[in-house]
């Protein structure tokens, strides 16, 4: 008795609930419109037959619930009513399957008209790549990577040249303008999913995979790897921006051509060196850092890593908060720094100074003590970070070790409380907010950056290090 | 395909029930049979999976048949050839040995033991290929087709030695009890498995031995 | 043949004298059944607690410390594994087809005691290996459950030294003892039914078991081949699925493979996974249903039909699942087709089942209320699949928590609601006792009402977009933060339908010894197993003579007869007929 009435109750909060609710799929903004349609029809006649089967069970089990004076009836089967079930369920299934097969005619088909563009997955962040003027993607491989050639394009062939490389997880579409997404993946299997696009296909390395749509609304949206990739599967995101076909063309000069990154200047270390005469008030000569002028250790950072940050200071990206006072103080030194070659010299500059601090020196932090607990928080971090802290061009991690732990800690905090890494302009850093969650105690975080300071720094030890002491 | 017939039977009809039907007839029953049917049908699908596999695998780009041009090491497949006699050998031993009821026990044993010998041969035989092959520098991850032809054959071997394990405890239960229509019966379904164990080592045989050009055909064929 | 002794006569050759080897190195199929169950329900409570460990972290992102993302995607990969193949799979075979295969056919026992002994303690062998990967270092493989290649076996993913090692060796482990089980189910049912026991007369539970096992004989093999091969790529270095790749900045040596391949081999085994577990319950479903309605299976023979279109249907399904893993795109045609044509059988089970009900007496008993659940909570589940197998349908919602929820309400909720009835159903003849009624009740409602709160909600989660297998959604323009609170009411929910199943496990031991003792067919049911002269049924099941059965198994409420059910090894004669006389025609009434 009382399951009949719960079972009618639950069939009435379904119901409700499905029309209350405030979650249901994101306002479309693309052409898959007839996508929409076919969840609706399928909605329709899954929800009825949901009701249906559900109230007849209901009332089945109130109306011919147990009573000692009555028997049950004796029929071993009904063929008639048998035949009309399995036609009618036949009907309604067709109804779903003709027009779920019709859309999906109108998936595989990629119009004529539609531009290429290519996305390249790798753990865990994207990559995009356009054709340039002669609309043809180069030839690419795999065996091919390596950090000067982060997309892997094939030197000989002269259709890759003029190849627009978006190493950045950061993406911008023309409105109305169908494209077809060439998908292609470095390492292990990702998935291209933006949910207000509807549409999404699986990146798989070893082949190349495609799907198509037309973007319709202009607007920002996320990008969601949707297959499971390795650890940290939840951060590999990226932003798509809808605009007009202008503002595309705009965005892509940002961009070099693949021929541009083969010939990138390195760095002029002398033009470098007077650059960084603005740094050395507190950085120090050598980049050795200054606890009490709370400046890192700079020196032996990666070039590609100083211009990310530099460029971070100088847009505003990073030292944008009033309660981040030494970035904000970055952030005005930025003046110093005219222009692109003068981030690229100092950057050079200093990579190439090779200065190590002391142990005693870089560990401050009197609370932290655990150096296994350190390294056992260590291991969320090793993925990107490296084993020892060395950090990885091709996971645009930086080198880590060897650095003060107040720092250290200081930038943790900052993730923790949004002082860095959220500006949308900021690629890897919400990473990096996510991941400072995990540290749920100034214990941890303590730990963690002791034991990292107390990594092995990689860079040779050289007579500079007894001079700044 | 009395199964499908019994499907339409109506069981709450009264007069269905016909207890001296096959079903019900402890004469005709033999779950050994039984079991070991389906057992191969287990171990057909286990090689029809790595076959499907195999021959899709053979479409992509790296892959390189062993055989095809006359400096490719199966192509002289001599070796195979001799262990392929080796099985057949023992398989015609155990037919002997179980199919004729005038062949008397110590003849009986005499082609078992042979049945034996003669599967340790292609055992060796294998083995023997396999150390060629490496000697050449086919080692198994040089090639998509080396590693199946060391899988598959692996596999095959595993499957034989399996089957002479089966064999010999049924012989240490014979020693045991010397319940002679028992193992009369056993013997038959060791003698079904030895022929089975050679159709699935010709299969593998002419597919590992293929070349190129005959996986294309094969693969069109399938539609890959 | 010495195996026919067991079916015909009582063949005390393996009668078992002392505690061990009554109980331990038991050849027994009922002690078997429950070492089986036992195991299956052990690890299946540290599945229970691993999902519980994962909902605290999505209901409460950062609140924990001691789950982090690497655990939190070991604990996912371990739940998924677990329930599905050493839980479900095991419960349902291991458990309750060793049990009820000999009662219900009338057999001794199974034809090949021995090796069934063998397939428990490889089956436990297995779990053993399972578990050791939790204390590896590097902990247990993270890779889910699906084990995709090439991140299965790569650095980025957690367990990939040597967790994920004994994941495989443990599935190749639990294969063969399946092989072992399923080949002694099959060629018992084929073999040892006794006299007057024809195919259609069986009852559907072992249609259900007999399907699904040839399904598992037959699919089990795709994993068995797809687990070699990773092993090879991981430990000898093959190509087989691993194509070249730059793993975190380091070039492997891996050329050419192709990672589709072994999804697709993968789905081969996984597809028909779905109807190991789901065919067994369907079958026990059914049988509790007739019995507690008092009512004998509508369309039995549609019912059958069913079952085997089902399990045949089920192997041409499984790239369903593959819609959008970049496979060739012109296969979503027949696999959308053939999706949506398995769902017109499994409709008509549906159908079927509250067809039974009409008309019937129905007797809402703890077992009763279970499968009324089931039905509810398998039509949601079943038709979320149409959802999912139809091709542009899954486009948007693949790899959301609307694929979670339905395949939790199809393959968790709905079995386990029939497992819990079938524990209930068949306790009384198990143990000799009853279960107690006022916790068996107090069990099914938070159960029932508990995972439809899981559930529901989670299904629109997914029509969000929110994606499946994140530790964390963190910040996101489009996701609400309501869907946070939403998600914390999904694990309060989880939470609570957690513990409730310590009240189960607590009325199970709790019965055992002060439930109110049972009679030897309590439920009143027709079929074989409550037919035994003990209970519970001694070794040899039947005493000193078989049974021989003399109709189908579904004479409830027969017209004519003065009792309501007419068990299956009664002759008409034997039966008190109102009338004196057995009525003529029995097809029209």
Not at chain 1, 41 to 55: A, E, K, M, P, S
Not at chain 3, 114 to 128: A, E, K, P, Q
Not at chain 3, 156 to 185: E, H, Q
Request: charged share 10%; proline share 5%.
């Amino acid at each position: 008795m009382a399951i009949a009435i719960v079972i009618l109750i639950l069939i009435l909060v379904t119901v409700i609930f499905h029309f209350l609710s405030p979650w249901w799929f994101t306002p479309i903004a693309s052409n898959w419109t007839s996508i929409d349609t076919t969840i609706n029809v399928t909605l329709w006649v899954t929800g009825f037959v949901f009701i249906i089967v559900n109230l007849f069970l209901a009332y089945a089990v109130y109306r011919f619930r147990y009573n000692k004076n009555r028997r049950a009836d004796y029929e071993p089967e009904n063929k008639k009513l048998e035949g009309w079930l399995t036609l009618v369920t036949t009907v309604g299934v067709a109804a779903m399957l003709a027009p779920g097969l019709v859309v999906w005619a109108d998936f595989v088909a990629v119009p004529e008209d539609a531009d290429e563009f290519e996305v390249v997955g790798q753990q865990w962040s994207w990559s995009f790549r356009f054709p340039g003027k002669d609309k043809v993607l180069g030839k690419v491989d795999t065996r091919l990577i390596s950090a000067e050639n982060p997309f892997g394009l094939s030197l000989s062939d002269p259709f890759g040249k003029d190849d627009i490389l978006v190493n950045s997880n950061q993406l911008h579409l023309p409105i109305n303008q169908p494209v077809k997404v060439l998908q292609r993946s470095k390492d292990v299997l990702h998935n291209f999913a933006v949910p207000q696009f509807r549409v999404k296909m699986d990146l798989v390395p070893g082949l190349t995979s495609y799907f198509w749509f037309t973007p319709t609304k202009l607007g920002d949206y996320e990008i969601f790897c949707q297959e499971l990739c390795g650890f940290a599967h939840y951060l590999m995101r990226g932003k798509i921006t809808v605009g007009s076909l202008a503002e595309h063309q705009q965005w892509l000069t940002q961009y070099p051509t693949f021929a541009q990154t083969q010939n990138q200047p390195k760095g002029d270390l002398i033009a470098g060196k007077k650059h960084f005469q603005n740094c050395v008030a507190c950085h120090g000569d050598q980049g050795a850092g200054n606890s009490a002028l709370n400046s890192p250790r700079i020196a032996g950072l990666s070039q590609w890593y100083i211009k990310r940050q530099l460029s971070y200071f100088k847009d505003k990206i990073r030292g944008n908060k009033t309660d981040d006072t030494f970035g904000l103080q970055m952030a005005s030194m930025m003046a110093t720094l005219p222009d692109e070659t003068a981030i690229n010299d100092v950057a050079a500059y200093i990579e190439s100074l090779t200065t190590i601090v002391a142990k005693e020196d870089l560990t401050t932090l009197t609370n932290a003590t655990d150096l296994s607990k350190g390294k056992a928080l260590y291991s969320n971090c090793r993925y990107c970070h490296g084993e020892n802290g060395q950090g990885n061009y091709i996971l645009n991690a930086p080198n880590i070790a060897g650095q003060y732990d107040w720092y250290l800690k200081r930038q943790i905090a900052n993730f923790q409380n949004r002082l860095r890494g959220t500006h949308q302009g900021d690629l890897y850093g919400n990473q990096m907010v996510l991941m400072a969650r995990l540290l749920h105690s100034e214990q941890d975080i303590d730990d963690v950056s002791a034991y990292i300071s107390n990594l092995p720094t990689t860079v040779t030890k050289t007579s500079n290090q007894q001079q700044l002491k | 395909m009395a199964i499908f017939t019994g499907l339409r039977e109506k069981p709450w009809l009264s007069q269905t029930p016909d207890l001296a039907s096959a079903a019900n007839n402890s004469a005709t029953r033999n779950p050994g049979k039984t079991a070991l049917k389906f057992f191969l049908a287990v171990v057909s699908m286990l090689f029809f999976l790595f076959i499907i596999t195999f021959l899709s695998r053979t479409q992509f780009a790296d892959f390189q048949a062993l055989t095809g041009k006359p400096w490719l090491p199966l192509e002289n497949s001599t070796q195979l050839w001799i262990n392929t006699g080796y099985i057949l050998l023992a398989s015609v031993c155990f037919q002997i040995s179980s199919a004729f009821k005038q062949v008397n026990y110590p003849t009986k044993l005499l082609m078992i033991t042979l049945a034996i010998v003669f599967s340790v041969l292609f055992v060796f035989g294998q083995l023997g290929v396999w150390q060629t092959l490496a000697a050449d520098g086919y080692l198994i991850n040089t090639n998509p087709a080396n590693s199946f032809f060391y899988l598959l054959t692996g596999l095959h071997v595993i499957h034989l030695l399996g089957g002479v394990l089966a064999l010999l405890r049924l012989l240490f239960r014979l020693a045991l009890t010397t319940n002679h229509q028992q193992f009369d019966a056993n013997l038959k379904l060791v003698t079904f498995y030895w022929h089975y164990l050679i159709i699935v080592w010709l299969v593998l045989f002419a597919l590992l031995t293929s070349s190129t050009e005959t996986f294309k055909t094969i693969a069109q064929l399938c539609g890959f | 043949m010495t195996h026919i002794a067991i079916a015909e006569q009582l063949d005390d050759s393996h009668e078992p004298g002392g505690f061990v080897t009554k109980y331990i190195w038991s050849q027994d199929h009922k002690v078997i059944a429950i070492q089986y169950a036992i195991t299956a329900i052990f690890v299946g409570l540290i599945a229970l607690v691993l999902s519980a460990i994962m909902r605290l972290q999505l209901g409460f992102p950062d609140s924990f410390s001691f789950i982090d993302p690497s655990s939190y995607l070991q604990f996912v990969t371990m739940h998924g594994m677990i329930m599905v193949i050493y839980l479900l799979t095991a419960l349902l075979l291991g458990g309750f087809g060793n049990y009820l295969i000999p009662l219900m056919i009338g057999a001794r026992d199974m034809v090949f005691p021995y090796l069934n002994m063998l397939s428990y303690w490889t089956y436990l062998l297995s779990v053993i290996v399972l578990i050791c990967s939790f204390f590896v270092t590097g902990g247990p493989t993270g890779a889910g459950w699906t084990l995709y290649p090439p991140q299965a076996i790569l650095q980025g993913t957690p367990g990939a030294d040597k967790g994920i090692i004994l994941m495989l060796v443990s599935l190749a482990i639990f294969i063969v003892a399946f092989t072992m089980g399923g080949l002694n189910y099959v060629t018992t049912i084929f073999q040892a039914r006794a006299k007057g026991m024809t195919l259609m007369r069986m009852p559907l539970t072992l249609w259900g078991i007999l399907t699904a096992t040839i399904l598992g004989l037959l699919a089990f093999p795709a994993l068995l081949v797809s687990a070699i091969m990773m092993l090879f790529d991981m430990l000898l270095a093959t190509s087989f699925f691993m194509p070249a790749i730059v793993s975190l900045g380091d070039n492997l040596a891996y050329t050419g493979g192709s990672p589709i391949l072994f999804q697709h081999l993968f789905w081969f085994f996984g597809h028909p996974e779905v109807y190991i577990v789901a065919l067994p319950a369907f079958g026990m479903v059914s049988d509790v249903i007739a019995t507690h309605a008092r009512k004998n299976i509508f369309g039995y023979r549609m019912m059958v039909w069913a079952i085997v279109a089902i399990g045949g249907l089920s192997f041409v399904v499984w790239a369903h699942h593959m819609y959008v893993s970049g496979m060739n795109p012109y296969f979503g045609f027949f696999f959308a087709t053939t999706t949506l044509i398995i769902a017109i059988p499994t409709a008509l089970k549906v159908y079927n089942w509250v067809l039974t009900l009409w008309r019937g007496n129905i007797h809402l008993t703890v077992p009763m209320l279970f499968a009324i659940g089931f039905i509810f909570t398998f039509t949601h589940g079943g038709l979320t699949g149409l959802w999912l197998g139809n091709v542009v349908v899954d486009l948007p919602l693949s790899d959301t928590y609307f694929v979670v929820a339905h395949f939790h309400m199809v393959m968790g909720v709905s079995p386990v609601m029939v497992l819990f009835a079938a524990i209930y159903h068949w306790y009384p003849k198990i143990t000799g006792r009853y279960f107690h009624q006022g916790m068996g009740k107090f069990h099914f409602w938070l159960t029932f009402l508990g995972t439809y709160a899981i559930y529901l909600p989670m299904h629109y989660l997914g029509f969000l977009g929110v994606p499946r297998r994140y530790f964390a959604i963190g910040d996101s323009n489009f996701i609400p933060d309501s869907a946070q609170t939403l998600n914390a009411s999904i694990t309060v929910s989880a939470i609570i339908v957690g513990i409730v199943q310590l009240i189960f496990i607590y009325n199970v031991i709790w019965s055992l010894k002060y439930g109110k003792k049972a009679p030897a067919n309590p439920w009143g049911a027709t079929s074989l197993e409550w037919q035994t002269p003990d209970t519970p049924p001694k070794h040899g099941n039947w005493g000193a003579k078989l049974p021989v059965v003399h109709r189908w198994a579904y004479d409830f409420s027969v017209p004519g007869a003065e009792s309501d059910f007419i068990p299956q090894n009664m002759t008409d004669s034997e039966v008190t007929w109102v009338s004196g006389q057995p009525p003529q025609d029995r097809e029209k009434t």
